[in-house]
């Protein structure tokens, strides 16, 4: 078997070496090493080979000659997913777009900017703050996530009830299909003709095609933000409170929410001047023209306070702005240090439901004798559970993975979704077979192979196959009734 | 308001299996757009009703064949709106002929597109399979992002049953402000001040005076005002919504009405007839008899596409033809959700 697998991999890299350059292609065991997981390194495998082409043409090459033999292809970027969709396939070529990190142009008066797909999301922002722009979507990873992974995964951040995901923010994309073809999705102009591809390239994680060029949209930068730091003395009070300020007319540029144990974390890490001894604090920050500023944030700080908050503030200055962010977005790291490992979940749940699934988060954390901390986005009701566990003590992984499984579930059951931002990956495809009825998924494999008829663009992810599914049926998980399928799921 | 879909799932999987071509029919408004339905009348009206509304959630969900005007008159009653502004094109325009369609009003470039607010679809496939899609959720990357791959499909994917949108806060205030400009002085602007951080909320220039909707705190439109410049506009409201409806001067008209998607900053394109522009200079409205051949090539040339909006040949290709693997590849996804090529064939390309 492996020395099937040694001459199949010589075979392969010498066709690849006939048209790649010798620094474009990785066959050792050691330099492979680092790209056998990505940002969940829970799991991990070694691809057979990976290849960092220079050009779309080598790239459109390798995906040919991967046709032409039937060998998956993976492609990946910074590896900051946090799902494992560019977790390499053994028998698979890794295809790294790392060396496509050029902006190629900004285009200041029909604010767009077109970059290449290894650009870095932060990258763009900074090449745009001269003429008064910027790229609105700013996943947490912002500073070394790249544009490529943002759009395969349609990648939020902390300002999407305002601005938008990935989704809305992009208006073109060159890709490269998996026979190796050049399209071009969308265009400069606000549609295009014929089915919207672009919206549904967006989030596809690398299974329906490998994205080489986008087009971004740019927003002017608003006039003025400004951020509120509300604290309270009990979680659910606070998860209440964010549906205040949205019924009240008031859309948030960003409104996070943090509980204690995440709000010592950070204080840990970056001393970002958070109160210590709140049991959650929520970041609402309100943006737009300084008299709009000005006005929100006044009725943000009475709301908040009715709430029930026991303390609201307003940043003083950009800097403690600045810091109230950094906080937040260093939350992960921050959590990290504290224990050994951590595992971060993504559902997302109706605002309304916020309290209560908190409240199941916190029984469960209980039941399975693992601590967690909430670090969200409120606005959305997109939760982010860490999970703190130690692998090195026998049956914690898998302590985890099972908390983690039924936070899932339980985000399915009253309404919401297993994934509001990170994507399905290797990590969520169980769950997929519960928030989903078998047509559903058939649907789904069916749009695949319009796109990938041999099955070879990140086979496995995503998507599960029928057996799969039956096999964790079998173990009791059922398609979830949620309360807006009064059909009963699907017609499954 | 009541509930069909056993009776359409029923029809639907009749249709499959007895190879009858559907045509989707909701409340008419829109039977001008697209090439010309054929196929036997799969009456949609009928299903109506919204489902769930929770001005604090943000979200409403409402069977397809619910009226625009039903729904707008709940969302006003809590001071929330249909962000993309929607085009009806008459009272019985419904939520599914507008999903199906997928037309934006003069708010779209500020603040999205239809497909941009929608969260989650119920349908019923080319197969006869009823499937849910996204959900009532501001995120949710689970799965394939079919929801809103159903905007602008023109029913040819799937009979959509029920939609759940993204709503948002009608804005406080607003006016409009009204300048004579030259048409390449007038995009300019446009985009300048869409640049700069205004309250912009629409852009439209008819050939000779520019109009401009600054919506959001009073503070603020006195302060846009004050950046923007010209004179008010009694009864703007008025102008955007004849704008929106296809009511102005303009588009009484006997002759073809084209609309070109172009990029926003594209310069003035030279075709015989006339013209208006929208969306900020991204969508540009033209009445011309000149050749279909001739404007999808100028068209082509600033970046943008042509779409033959009204009148003229609706049996001969309507929407801008699509280059060879682009076409193959819709035409891969046409049969992936619709094997038996059933439902509204020919609507959107004589093909599929």
Same mark, same amino acid.
């Given at each position: 078997?492996?020395?099937r697998?040694?001459a199949e991999?010589?075979?392969?890299?010498?066709?690849?070496r006939?048209?790649?350059?010798?620094?474009?292609?990785?066959?050792?065991?050691?330099?492979?090493?680092?790209?056998?997981?990505?940002?969940?390194?829970?799991?991990?495998?070694?691809?057979?080979?990976?290849?960092?082409?220079?050009t779309?043409?080598?790239?459109?090459?390798?995906?040919?000659?991967?046709?032409?033999?039937?060998?998956p292809?993976?492609?990946?970027?910074?590896?900051?997913?946090?799902?494992?969709?560019?977790?390499?396939?053994?028998?698979?070529v890794?295809?790294?777009l790392?060396?496509?990190?050029?902006?190629?142009?900004?285009? /200041?008066?029909a604010?767009?900017?077109?970059?290449?797909?290894?650009v870095?999301?932060?990258?763009?922002?900074?090449?745009?703050?001269?003429?008064?722009?910027?790229?609105?979507?700013? /996943?947490?990873?912002?500073?070394?996530?790249?544009?490529?992974?943002?759009?395969?995964?349609n990648?939020?951040?902390v300002?999407?009830?305002?601005?938008?995901?990935?989704?809305?923010?992009?208006?073109?994309?060159?890709?490269?299909?998996?026979?190796?073809?050049?399209?071009?999705?969308?265009?400069?102009?606000?549609?295009?003709?014929?089915?919207d591809?672009?919206?549904?390239?967006?989030?596809?994680?690398?299974?329906?095609?490998?994205?080489?060029?986008?087009?971004v949209?740019?927003?002017?930068?608003?006039q003025?933000?400004?951020?509120?730091?509300?604290?309270?003395?009990?979680?659910?009070?606070?998860?209440?409170?964010?549906?205040?300020?949205?019924?009240?007319?008031?859309?948030?540029?960003?409104?996070?929410?943090?509980d204690?144990?995440?709000?010592r974390?950070?204080?840990e890490?970056?001393?970002?001047?958070?109160?210590?001894?709140?049991?959650?604090?929520?970041?609402?920050?309100?943006?737009?023209?300084?008299?709009?500023?000005?006005?929100?944030?006044?009725?943000?700080?009475?709301?908040?306070?009715?709430?029930?908050a026991?303390?609201?503030?307003s940043a003083?200055d950009?800097?403690?702005?600045?810091?109230?962010w950094?906080?937040?977005?260093?939350?992960?790291p921050?959590?990290?240090?504290?224990? /050994?490992?951590?595992?971060?979940?993504?559902?997302?749940v109706?605002?309304?439901?916020?309290?209560?699934?908190?409240?199941?988060?916190?029984?469960?954390s209980?039941?399975?004798?693992?601590?967690?901390?909430?670090?969200?986005?409120?606005?959305?009701?997109?939760l982010?559970?860490?999970i703190?566990?130690?692998?090195?003590?026998?049956?914690?992984?898998q302590r985890?993975?099972?908390?983690?499984a039924?936070?899932?579930?339980?985000?399915?059951?009253?309404?919401?979704?297993?994934?509001?931002?990170?994507?399905?990956?290797?990590?969520?495809?169980?769950?997929?077979?519960?928030?989903?009825?078998?047509?559903?998924?058939?649907?789904?494999?069916?749009?695949?192979?319009?796109f990938?008829?041999?099955?070879?663009?990140? /086979?496995?992810?995503?998507?599960?196959?029928?057996?799969?599914?039956s096999?964790?049926?079998?173990?009791?998980?059922?398609?979830?009734?949620?309360?807006?399928?009064?059909?009963?799921g699907?017609?499954? | 308001m009541?509930?069909?879909t056993?009776?359409?799932?029923?029809?639907?999987?009749?249709?499959?299996?007895?190879?009858?071509?559907?045509q989707l029919? &909701?409340?008419?408004?829109?039977?001008?757009? &697209? *090439?010309? #339905? =054929?196929?036997?009348p799969?009456?949609?009206?009928?299903?109506? @009703?919204?489902?769930?509304?929770?001005p604090?959630?943000?979200?409403?969900?409402?069977?397809?064949?619910? !009226?625009?005007?039903?729904?707008?008159?709940?969302? =006003?009653?809590?001071?929330?709106?249909?962000?993309?502004?929607?085009?009806h094109?008459?009272?019985a325009? !419904?939520? &599914?002929?507008?999903?199906?369609?997928?037309l934006?009003?003069? *708010?779209r470039?500020?603040?999205?597109?239809?497909?941009?607010?929608?969260?989650?679809?119920?349908?019923?496939?080319g197969?006869?399979?009823?499937?849910?899609? $996204?959900?009532e959720?501001?995120?949710?990357?689970? $799965?394939?992002?079919?929801?809103?791959?159903?905007?602008?499909?023109?029913?040819t994917?799937?009979?959509?049953?029920?939609?759940?949108?993204?709503?948002?806060?009608? %804005?406080?205030?607003?006016?409009?402000?009204?300048q004579?400009?030259?048409?390449e002085?007038?995009?300019?602007?446009?985009?300048?001040?869409?640049?700069? %951080?205004l309250?912009?909320?629409?852009?439209?220039y008819?050939?000779?005076?520019?109009?401009?909707?600054?919506?959001?705190?009073?503070?603020?439109?006195?302060?846009?005002?004050?950046?923007?410049?010209?004179?008010?506009?009694e009864e703007?409201?008025?102008?955007?919504?004849?704008?929106?409806e296809?009511?102005?001067?303009?588009?009484?008209?006997?002759?073809?009405?084209?609309?070109l998607?172009?990029?926003?900053?594209? #310069? #003035?394109?030279?075709?015989?007839?006339?013209?208006?522009?929208d969306? @900020? $200079?991204?969508?540009?409205?033209?009445?011309?008899?000149?050749?279909?051949?001739? +404007? =999808?090539?100028?068209? +082509? *040339?600033?970046?943008?596409?042509?779409?033959?909006?009204?009148?003229?040949?609706?049996?001969?290709?309507?929407?801008?033809?699509?280059?060879?693997?682009?076409?193959?590849?819709?035409?891969?996804?046409?049969?992936?959700?619709? %094997?038996? $090529?059933?439902?509204?064939?020919?609507?959107?390309?004589?093909?599929?």
């Open positions: 078997m492996a020395e697998r040694a991999r010589a075979a392969l890299a010498a066709e690849l006939s048209f790649l350059p010798a620094d474009a292609l990785i066959e050792e065991t050691e330099a492979l090493r680092p790209y056998e997981c990505d940002g969940l390194p829970a799991y991990r495998q070694m691809p057979l080979l990976a290849v960092l082409p220079h779309v043409e080598q790239v459109q090459q390798v995906v040919r000659l991967c046709h032409r033999h039937g060998v292809v993976v492609a990946r970027g910074a590896a900051t997913g946090l799902s494992g969709g560019a977790l390499p396939l053994a028998d698979g890794l295809l790294g790392a060396r496509f990190n050029r902006i190629l142009e900004i285009d /200041p008066l604010r767009t900017a077109r970059v290449q797909p290894g870095r999301n932060l990258a763009i922002s900074e090449a745009a703050a001269p003429h008064g722009l910027y790229y609105a979507p700013d /996943p947490s990873s912002q500073i070394a996530c790249t544009i490529g992974g943002n759009v395969a995964e990648a939020g951040g300002h999407c009830l305002k601005y938008g995901l990935t989704v809305h923010n992009i208006l073109e994309l060159k890709l490269v299909t998996a026979d190796g073809e050049l399209l071009t999705i969308g265009s400069a102009a606000l549609d295009s003709p014929g089915y591809l672009l919206a549904l390239l967006t989030g596809s994680e690398g299974m329906l095609g490998i994205v080489v060029e986008v087009l949209k740019l927003l002017p930068r608003p003025r933000a400004q951020v509120l730091l509300a604290a309270f003395d009990d979680v659910e009070k606070a998860a209440d409170a964010v549906g205040e300020v949205i019924a009240a007319g008031i859309v948030p540029a960003g409104l996070e929410m943090m204690g144990l995440a709000i974390a950070a204080e890490f970056c001393a970002p001047g958070y109160p210590r001894d709140a049991a959650a604090i929520l970041l609402c920050e309100v943006d737009g023209t300084n008299e709009e500023v000005s006005e929100h944030a006044r009725r943000v700080h009475d709301l908040l306070l009715a709430a029930g026991t303390e609201v503030r003083r950009e800097a403690e702005r600045m810091r109230f950094l906080g937040r977005k260093s939350a992960f921050a959590v990290g240090r504290m224990s /050994p490992d951590y595992y971060c979940m993504d559902g997302t109706p605002r309304k439901r916020l309290g209560e699934v908190l409240r199941g988060i916190g029984r469960l209980e039941q399975y004798q693992l601590a967690v901390a909430n670090v969200f986005h409120a606005g959305d009701g997109n982010h559970p860490l703190l566990f130690d692998a090195n003590q026998p049956g914690e992984l985890a993975e099972d908390f983690g039924e936070i899932l579930e339980l985000s399915v059951r009253v309404g919401g979704t297993i994934t509001g931002e990170h994507g399905v990956g290797h990590e969520k495809i169980h769950q997929m077979c519960v928030q989903f009825s078998p047509p559903e998924l058939e649907q789904f494999r069916a749009l695949k192979r319009a990938d008829p041999h099955g070879l663009l990140n /086979p496995g992810k995503a998507i599960p196959q029928p057996k799969h599914c096999e964790y049926r079998a173990l009791g998980h059922d398609v979830l009734q949620a309360p807006g399928r009064r059909d009963g699907g017609g499954a | 009541s509930d069909l056993t009776t359409l799932q029923q029809q639907v999987a009749a249709a499959y299996r007895a190879g009858t071509p559907l029919v &909701g409340g008419g408004s829109k039977d001008f757009y &697209g *090439r010309t #339905p =054929r196929g036997e799969l009456p949609l009206a009928g299903h109506s @009703g919204v489902v769930n509304y929770e604090r959630e943000l979200v409403l969900t409402a069977r397809a064949g619910t !009226t625009l005007a039903e729904i707008e008159a709940l969302l =006003r009653r809590s001071g929330q709106m249909l962000p993309f502004e929607p085009p094109f008459g009272d325009a !419904t939520l &599914g002929g507008t999903l199906a369609c997928g934006s009003g003069p *708010r470039p500020y603040v999205g597109a239809l497909r941009d607010f929608v969260l989650g679809v119920r349908l019923i496939n197969r006869g399979e009823l499937l849910h899609f $996204g959900g959720v501001m995120k949710n990357v689970a $799965g394939y992002d079919v929801s809103r791959l159903m905007a602008g499909a023109l029913g994917l799937g009979v959509v049953l029920e939609v759940s949108l993204k709503v948002l806060p009608r %804005p406080e205030n607003g006016l409009t402000l009204v004579e400009r030259t048409p002085e007038a995009i300019l602007v446009m985009n300048q001040w869409a640049a700069a %951080p309250p912009l909320t629409a852009a439209c008819d050939g000779l005076r520019l109009y401009v909707r600054l919506e959001g705190a009073p503070a603020t439109l006195t302060a846009g005002r004050q950046r923007v410049g010209g004179d008010l506009l703007g409201e008025r102008f955007w919504r004849d704008l929106r296809q009511r102005l001067a303009f588009f009484e008209t006997g002759k073809p009405l084209w609309r998607s172009v990029p926003a900053t594209a #310069p #003035p394109v030279e075709l015989a007839g006339k013209q208006l522009i969306w @900020g $200079g991204a969508q540009r409205w033209l009445v011309s008899d000149a050749p279909a051949a001739a +404007i =999808r090539e100028a068209s +082509i *040339r600033v970046g943008g596409a042509a779409t033959l909006f009204r009148g003229g040949d609706r049996e001969g290709e309507v929407f801008q033809p699509l280059p060879a693997p682009m076409a193959a590849l819709q035409r891969s996804l046409k049969q992936a959700f619709d %094997p038996a $090529g059933i439902l509204n064939p020919g609507r959107m390309y004589r093909e599929f």
